[in-house]
Every structure is written in structure tokens, then in C-alpha cells.
């Protein structure tokens, strides 16, 4: 079964904060993603990838980059944190039979 | 751009009732694919179902759903609900291309009672 871990789980930081959150899967899986999830919103995908050094832009991008450094390994910074992204966010990844196979989260508060 | 609609935040139900939550979609792609997450309480969202061609019925774990693109539809049913059965559902699509990410419908949590 595929494996997609995070870390941190929590994450506490204040308004201006330099964030990185990190996700690693150990699939051989081509595609990740990062999703944020909001009471209200549902999932929203922020940015994804096709492999690594590849980044693609999803529906909220505004204020994260991400970083892809191997097939393994996809990171999502928040260079300026504001208390809007306060947040679960969930990385997942999928091979090419549409199946995404998300993490257990992080759960970001921004004072 | 795409988007999908699950017009029921919150369902609420006796353990033993029939339960279906409705998604419905739009997009431009003439074979979009459709899904059914489930995201249980302190777990990872994971797969229930993915739709198949039109009109044709898929099941898992007790649940089926139908693609009807006749009328964009994608609804989840179950025959009879399980207290198990509470937690968060999110509808999704993805357009022909696997590679990019799933738009999912706001979720509906389902709370089943004794």
C-alpha cells in the first residue's frame, strides 16, 4: 500500500513566519500533491508535480511555493505566513491510475 | 473551471436507514472521472469509489455510485448505514489527465446514530 508520511504534524508559528512542511512517499509514484483543507472550503489543491524539479500551479497558489528536489521528496513553503493559512494540509501522491494517496496532515496555526 | 457540488453538509441518520449523498459536476472534458473519498476522524482521506463508463454502477465496501452524464451526476449510496460509517465524504473529479490534481466538492459529514 502506498506510503505518504509528513512532518511536522503540528506546526505553530507567528504572523510574518518562515514555514516548511515536508512530504516524502515511497511509491515510485510520478505525482504529488499538496492540498489544504478548510471547514467550508473542502480540499484545495495548492501546487503539484510531475517529478522532480517540475512544479505546476493549482487553484490557491497564492502566498506558497513548493519545491520538488527528488521523486521521492515535495515541500511547501510559506516564506511570509499569514493567519488566512492556517490550515490541515495534506500531501498525497498518485501513480497513473487516477488513485491519490494522501498523508496524515499537518496541522498549521498562524498567530 | 471544473467544480463539484455536494449540496448536503451534514447528514444525520439512524444505524440501519439507506443513506445517499449527492455530488454533481461541471466541466468542459467529455470523460471526466469521478471519486469518492472518505476522510474518517484523525485517518488520511482515502479512496472509496472511482467512477466507470457511463451508466454503469461501481461498489465498494457496501457503497455504489453511478456515473450519469446525462444529468453530471455522481451519487453515493448505501443500502443501509453503519455507525462506522461516520465521517467525512468528499466527491472529486479529475479531467482526462491523471497527472493533475482532483477538484473536490466542499465534503459532507455523515454522522450516524444508534
Known amino acids: 500500500e502506498a506510503a505518504v508520511t509528513q512532518s511536522p504534524r503540528n506546526k505553530v508559528t507567528v504572523t510574518g513566519g518562515n514555514v516548511t512542511l515536508s512530504c516524502r512517499q515511497t511509491?515510485?509514484?510520478?505525482?504529488m500533491y499538496w492540498y489544504r483543507q478548510d471547514t467550508g472550503h473542502g480540499l484545495r489543491l495548492i501546487h503539484y508535480?510531475?517529478?522532480?524539479?517540475?512544479?505546476q500551479i493549482g487553484d490557491v497558489p497564492d502566498g506558497y511555493k513548493a519545491t520538488r528536489t527528488t521523486q521521492e521528496d515535495f515541500f511547501l513553503l510559506l516564506e511570509l505566513a499569514s493567519p488566512s493559512q492556517t490550515s490541515l494540509y495534506f500531501c498525497?501522491?498518485?501513480?497513473?491510475?487516477?488513485?491519490?494517496?494522501f498523508g496524515p496532515g499537518t496541522r498549521l496555526t498562524v498567530l | 473551471g471544473d467544480s463539484v457540488t455536494q449540496t448536503e453538509g451534514l447528514v444525520t441518520l439512524t444505524e440501519g436507514l439507506p443513506v445517499m449523498l449527492n455530488c454533481t459536476y461541471q466541466?468542459?472534458?467529455?470523460?471526466?472521472?469521478l471519486f469518492w473519498y472518505v476522510h474518517y476522524l484523525n485517518e488520511s482521506p482515502r479512496l472509496l469509489l472511482k467512477?466507470?463508463?457511463?451508466?454503469k454502477r461501481t461498489e465498494h465496501q457496501g457503497f455504489h455510485a453511478t456515473l450519469h452524464k446525462s444529468s453530471s451526476s455522481f451519487h453515493l449510496q448505501k443500502s443501509s448505514a453503519q455507525l462506522s460509517d461516520s465521517a467525512l465524504y468528499y466527491c472529486?473529479?479529475?479531467?482526462?489527465?491523471?497527472?493533475?490534481?482532483?477538484?473536490f466538492g466542499l465534503g459532507t459529514r455523515v454522522s450516524v446514530f444508534p
Open positions: 498525497a501522491s498518485s501513480g497513473q491510475n487516477y488513485e491519490q494517496y
Open positions: 511509491n515510485s509514484h510520478n505525482y
Open positions: 508535480s510531475y517529478g522532480a524539479g517540475n512544479l
Open positions: 466541466t468542459i472534458y467529455s470523460n471526466p472521472f
Open positions: 467512477s466507470s463508463t457511463d451508466n
Open positions: 472529486a473529479l479529475s479531467q482526462n489527465n491523471y497527472a493533475q490534481g482532483l477538484t
